[in-house]
């Protein structure tokens, strides 16, 4: 039965709608549109009623709150901590003391008799709602206070007011004025909502893309026991889940990730108290705190508020204990990712590694670094200084105001959605939570820095490392024939690198997943209860922690990481290649060596195709193909194709194909392709052979070349001879690709020599090769490329251009003239002695003269092109010819032309200035000494540049190339004084007010103060 209201101060979910936030703020607006019109959809959401800002506007008014509010923030700068926490604290105060008028406190008492139905003590959760909250551009989550469990009017109508008066908090003025909102423009609504009895059941968030790279391919839920404060708060480590979107909507249980949480303790109704804490049994902890059905059921909901609102959301849900039922309880425009320019992607990559001191759950992409403050009470807030490192327990709305001026922020607690993460990712902060040490490990004063460069394994390292920071454009990239796609071994990457402008995954190595993820010999798991060595049986027990079932856990985690990889690309195809360790690889891994025979040349031993349908290794790679049949059948990621390495013969091919089919894999069923790795000479000598077996072909450089020259890249004696653009090497290729296209067969190719030497590139493109699968970061420039290339050859490789077909018309016309006028005056001119012409010029010789011609402009116009370069320890910026190579050393730098004797070197050094017979020159706004020498092999300038930093060292630039000038002209300095000319990344800087002034650390140049110099430290 529906329930309205006449009074202006209240109205029921049912009469609320999306366009009343004005009046109800974003939550209740947001739960209204829901209750009202996703629950025919089978979306349950507890009823409830909003205590609109009427009310709150009624109570500053009446109690002359709102005209002291005002003066008091008249003069407040919110970076003052100490004076916020006045300030707030004196507003707070003013809002609790004044009076609920006699109207408003009937219009709630009413409206909570109506939703209790007169029970007494009946429980209902008591939230804010802001009308600033949860707009696309602002997220003002958490910002304000909630109450649960509370029961009674009297208890109601003071959670209503310390609701109202947590507009207030230091958090919530500093969130205000740091994103320009007047303070007296937003007002706040309150939520009243009926209780679920999720105090023993469990609840948690659910976003509908990924958290960490806006990737909107998937769900991810996270769940504890309990109410869902503690996860918000980080006072857990929640179970988390990852889901297939595509898949949920074909009817797939796609949970292609799963982690199990500590989930030590949960919050829960209490006596004397609303709620209280309590220790979650240690059976309870290592089980799951969501059945895969409620995962699934909870990922439909998200997929259905997700496409009614058009955008993605951040989902609050609990299940109620009693009855096991979902519930949603809250949802909301994620505001983070969702607003992310994925026209530029960002790459911090550290220049070295240094000591780990500390590992955790990384939160965001970014590295920053700094001294350590270690906090223990939000009391002590006051002693961080701006570009320090927040260690603490975990954080709270409290402690925003420090967490902005922060580099880095570490906590012990939470996960991907608490508290800590969710500000930190908004912020741009790096955060690395989870770490359980961190204020034991880290002292306050130490010198850390913090990655989140690899993926979601957060590290702390000692001391400040350099690091860079590399910008990549993915606007007007061109669209190719040839698919470029990606070589991608690490599945923890794989959402990040999906933005890039790929076609699919030509080689995802399964060896990367044993060595990272599984550690184990797959053997070692098959056989763990007669395994030998005691050792190596206690790390897989820690290792495979809640596995009865040892096999299993080498499924999972081989399923988890083709999946996230086969996701992140789909419908794009990824090439996953079976395992292809060889002997002595395989060995590392724990329990390995019992397995292992010890082969004198491993490179050609017992590897591959070889392994797979033999009587000892064939259990492990059913392991292997139990994993692919749950990936593509169970989940749904039919994009995924199986290839096969180190093939020798083709009856060896057939014998993999039999064993795969009797584990399940059957070539053709529900789509499989299976692809063969082109590596071995035979392979190409047999491709007529191997084409009516498989699917198409992938050429691995790198061993074919080794195989074809008989070469051991690794031995230092001959490896000059290791050439894939030797003749031998590309007769090979050349053929192998007019077999696969004579039988309609896939033919790619995934090795190193694309990327090494783009010249090998453009080969592939001249024979017409379907498929280029290259490091990611050489996507972007190969793609440029291939794609004037192909302008050139006519879209892709032997077939012609249509312009130049009509060159080679004109030339053919031509000729013929000529032809004829020799026939025609040959009695005319002077007799000469015969010449004979051994091979005749053809149009087709013209026409390929003609496209190498043009191929050589091509390849000149792509070196002409530039891509700006950055390099944060060096602190410049400036574009260097998109061909070139670059190579970092010690306080340097040195960049290659590709086919020439180009080069420049960069070198930070200390001292004066020390040209000799030097000329001077402005560079990047700074008086320049410039001279040149004479490079005593071909007689070429080398121009030499140096450029002040500061009184104690210079830069300076050698350079052999005509265009050295000219890109001189694009250096700038990012951590210089000029605002308008340094790049504002997190560069670690340290500067003082003046030469007798303290060094202080600031996270970018550009938080250093105007008129501060540079410390040399």
Same mark, same amino acid.
């Given at each position: 039965?529906?329930?309205?209201?006449?009074?202006?101060?209240?109205?029921?979910?049912?009469?609320?709608?999306?366009?009343?936030?004005?009046?109800?703020?974003?939550?209740?607006?947001?739960?209204?549109?829901?209750?009202?019109?996703?629950?025919?959809?089978?979306?349950?959401i507890p009823n409830g009623f909003a205590v609109t800002v009427d009310a709150y506007w009624a109570i500053l008014r009446e109690s002359g709150a709102d005209k002291k509010i005002k003066l008091l923030l008249k003069d407040l700068d919110e970076r003052d901590v100490k004076q916020l926490a006045i300030v707030g604290k004196k507003i707070r105060t003013l809002i609790l003391k004044a009076s609920?008028?006699?109207?408003?406190?009937?219009?709630?008492?009413?409206?909570?008799?109506?939703?209790?139905?007169?029970?007494?003590?009946?429980?209902?959760?008591?939230?804010?709602?802001?009308?600033?909250?949860?707009?696309?551009?602002?997220?003002?989550?958490?910002?304000?206070?909630?109450? *649960?469990?509370?029961?009674?009017?009297?208890? *109601?109508?003071?959670?209503?007011?310390?609701?109202?008066?947590?507009?207030?908090? $230091?958090?919530?003025i500093s969130y205000r004025a740091g994103n320009g909102y007047d303070h007296m423009s937003v007002a706040l609504s309150v939520t009243v909502q009926e209780m679920v009895h999720s105090d023993t059941g469990s609840s948690g968030v659910m976003f509908t893309m990924d958290t960490e790279s806006g990737f909107p391919g998937v769900v991810l839920i996270n769940g504890s026991y309990g109410l869902g404060d503690y996860i918000v708060q980080g006072r857990v480590t929640p179970d988390q889940f990852y889901i297939f979107k595509e898949g949920v909507k074909k009817g797939k249980s796609s949970i292609i990730s799963k982690m199990l949480g500590s989930k030590e303790v949960k919050l829960v109704y209490g006596n004397k108290t609303r709620v209280k804490h309590a220790v979650v049994k240690k059976s309870e902890r290592d089980v799951f705190s969501l059945t895969d059905h409620d995962v699934i059921v909870l990922a439909k909901w998200g997929l259905i508020i997700e496409e009614y609102y058009g955008k993605?959301?951040?989902?609050?849900?609990?299940?109620?204990?009693?009855?096991?039922?979902?519930?949603?309880?809250?949802?909301?425009?994620?505001?983070?990712?969702?607003?992310?320019?994925?026209?530029?992607?960002?790459?911090?990559?550290?220049?070295?590694?240094?000591?780990?001191?500390?590992?955790?759950?990384?939160?965001?992409?970014?590295?920053?670094?700094?001294?350590?403050?270690?906090?223990?009470?939000?009391?002590?807030?006051?002693?961080?200084?701006?570009?320090?490192?927040?260690?603490?327990?975990?954080t709270d709305p409290d402690w925003e105001p420090i967490m902005r001026i922060a580099s880095a922020v570490i906590t012990e607690q939470g996960g991907k959605t608490s508290h800590a993460a969710i500000v930190s990712?908004?912020?741009?902060?790096?955060?690395?939570?989870?770490?359980?040490?961190?204020?034991?490990?880290?002292?306050?004063?130490?010198?850390?820095?913090?990655?989140?460069?690899?993926?979601?394994?957060?590290?702390?390292?000692?001391?400040? *490392?350099?690091?860079?920071?590399?910008?990549t454009e993915l606007t007007k990239i061109p669209e190719t024939k040839t698919h470029i796609m990606m070589n991608v071994g690490d599945p923890d990457h794989a959402f990040s690198l999906s933005f890039l402008p790929h076609q699919g995954v030509g080689l995802a190595r399964l060896e990367f997943i044993f060595t990272n993820f599984i550690r184990i010999h797959p053997l070692a798991l098959i056989h763990y209860k007669t395994l030998k060595d005691k050792k190596a049986k206690v790390q897989i027990d820690e290792l495979t922690r809640g596995y009865k079932d040892k096999s299993a856990y080498c499924v999972d985690k081989l399923a988890e990481g083709i999946a996230r990889i086969?996701?992140?690309?789909?419908?794009?195809?990824?090439?996953?290649?079976?395992? $292809?360790?060889?002997?002595?690889?395989?060995?590392?891994?724990?329990?390995?060596?019992?397995?292992?025979?010890?082969?004198?040349?491993?490179?050609?031993?017992?590897?591959?195709?070889?392994?797979?349908?033999?009587?000892?290794?064939?259990?492990?790679?059913?392991?292997?193909?139990?994993?692919?049949?749950?990936?593509?059948?169970?989940?749904?990621?039919?994009?995924?194709?199986?290839?096969?390495?180190?093939?020798?013969?083709?009856?060896?091919?057939?014998?993999?194909?039999?064993?795969?089919?009797?584990?399940?894999?059957?070539?053709?069923?529900?789509?499989?392709?299976?692809?063969?790795?082109?590596?071995?000479?035979?392979?190409?000598?047999?491709?007529?052979?191997?084409?009516?077996?498989?699917?198409?072909?992938?050429?691995?450089?790198?061993?074919?070349?080794?195989?074809?020259?008989?070469?051991?890249?690794?031995?230092?004696?001959?490896?000059?001879?290791?050439?894939?653009?030797?003749?031998?090497?590309?007769?090979?290729?050349?053929?192998?690709?007019?077999?696969?296209h004579k039988h309609k067969k896939h033919i790619g190719l995934c090795g190193q020599a694309p990327s090494d030497y783009p010249e090998f590139a453009d080969f592939l493109v001249e024979q017409g090769i379907d498929s280029i699968s290259l490091n990611?970061?050489?996507?972007?420039?190969?793609?440029?490329?291939?794609? *004037?290339?192909?302008?050139?050859?006519?879209?892709?490789?032997?077939?012609?251009?249509?312009?130049?077909?009509?060159?080679?018309a004109m030339l053919a016309s031509v000729s013929a003239g000529i032809m004829f006028l020799g026939a025609g005056c040959a009695n005319i001119l002077p007799t000469q002695e015969a010449v004979t012409i051994s091979n005749e010029i053809t149009p087709a010789d013209i026409r390929e003269r003609a496209s190498e011609k043009a191929?050589?402009?091509?390849?000149?116009?792509?070196?002409?092109?530039?891509?700006?370069?950055?390099?944060?320890?060096?602190?410049?910026?400036?574009?260097?010819?998109?061909?070139?190579?670059?190579?970092?050393?010690?306080?340097?730098?040195?960049?290659?032309?590709?086919?020439?004797?180009?080069?420049?070197?960069?070198?930070?050094?200390?001292?004066?200035?020390?040209?000799?017979?030097a000329s001077s020159l402005i560079v990047a706004g700074k008086q320049a000494l410039v001279s040149t020498v004479v490079d005593t092999q071909d007689g070429a300038d080398i121009h030499v540049v140096q450029v002040p930093i500061d009184d104690t060292k210079f830069l300076e630039v050698q350079g052999k190339t005509d265009q050295f000038f000219s890109l001189l002209e694009t250096l700038v300095f990012t951590d210089g004084q000029n605002d308008e000319a340094?790049?504002?990344?997190?560069?670690?800087?340290?500067?003082?007010?003046?030469?007798?002034?303290?060094?202080?650390?600031?996270?970018?140049?550009?938080?250093?103060? $105007?008129?501060?110099e540079s410390c040399d430290i």
């Open positions: 039965m529906k329930i309205h209201s006449t009074s202006p101060y209240i109205a029921w979910f049912t009469d609320i709608s999306i366009s009343d936030i004005s009046t109800v703020g974003g939550k209740n607006a947001s739960l209204g549109e829901m209750y009202s019109s996703l629950a025919k959809k089978g979306i349950r609920l008028s006699k109207e408003v406190s009937d219009a709630i008492t009413v409206a909570y008799a109506q939703l209790s139905k007169k029970r007494k003590q009946f429980a209902v959760a008591v939230r804010s709602s802001a009308t600033a909250e949860d707009l696309p551009d602002a997220s003002f989550a958490g910002q304000q206070e909630s109450f *649960l469990n509370v029961r009674g009017i009297a208890d *109601l109508l003071s959670a209503v007011k310390q609701c109202m008066a947590s507009l207030f908090t $230091d958090r919530a993605p959301q951040d989902i609050e849900w609990v299940t109620d204990g009693k009855t096991g039922e979902l519930f949603i309880v809250q949802a909301r425009p994620e505001t983070v990712k969702a607003a992310s320019n994925h026209a530029v992607i960002e790459t911090y990559n550290l220049h070295k590694e240094g000591k780990i001191l500390l590992r955790g759950t990384a939160v965001g992409q970014r590295i920053g670094a700094g001294k350590v403050r270690v906090i223990n009470n939000v009391k002590d807030m006051k002693t961080f200084k701006k570009g320090e490192v927040l260690v603490t327990r975990i990712r908004e912020l741009g902060v790096p955060a690395i939570v989870g770490t359980k040490s961190a204020r034991k490990v880290l002292k306050t004063g130490q010198k850390v820095t913090a990655s989140c460069a690899k993926g979601d394994d957060g590290i702390v390292y000692a001391g400040i *490392l350099p690091f860079e920071v590399k910008r086969a996701t992140a690309m789909y419908p794009h195809k990824v090439v996953v290649r079976m395992s $292809d360790f060889k002997s002595n690889e395989y060995a590392t891994l724990i329990g390995g060596k019992e397995f292992e025979p010890k082969e004198q040349n491993p490179m050609i031993g017992w590897r591959g195709a070889s392994r797979y349908y033999s009587d000892e290794y064939k259990p492990a790679f059913k392991l292997e193909c139990e994993a692919l049949v749950r990936v593509r059948d169970t989940w749904g990621l039919t994009n995924v194709v199986s290839m096969i390495p180190f093939c020798r013969t083709p009856e060896e091919g057939q014998k993999v194909l039999d064993t795969m089919k009797s584990f399940g894999l059957e070539r053709g069923k529900n789509g499989l392709e299976v692809y063969v790795m082109c590596e071995i000479p035979s392979n190409v000598i047999l491709a007529e052979d191997f084409a009516k077996l498989f699917d198409g072909f992938s050429i691995g450089t790198n061993d074919l070349t080794q195989l074809t020259l008989a070469v051991d890249r690794d031995s230092a004696e001959v490896s000059h001879i290791y050439d894939e653009n030797n003749l031998a090497v590309k007769k090979l290729v050349k053929e192998v690709i007019r077999v696969a990611p970061d050489t996507v972007v420039s190969m793609k440029k490329r291939v794609a *004037l290339l192909e302008k050139t050859l006519g879209n892709k490789g032997k077939k012609t251009n249509k312009a130049y077909l009509g060159i080679v191929v050589r402009e091509m390849k000149d116009e792509y070196d002409d092109s530039t891509s700006m370069f950055t390099d944060a320890s060096l602190g410049i910026q400036l574009s260097l010819p998109s061909s070139w190579q670059v190579q970092r050393f010690a306080d340097g730098l040195m960049a290659l032309g590709s086919q020439t004797h180009e080069f420049m070197t960069i070198m930070k050094k200390s001292g004066n200035l020390q040209g000799l017979s340094r790049l504002c990344i997190q560069v670690v800087t340290y500067a003082r007010e003046n030469s007798e002034g303290v060094c202080t650390f600031f996270p970018t140049p550009c938080d250093v103060p $105007d008129g501060w």
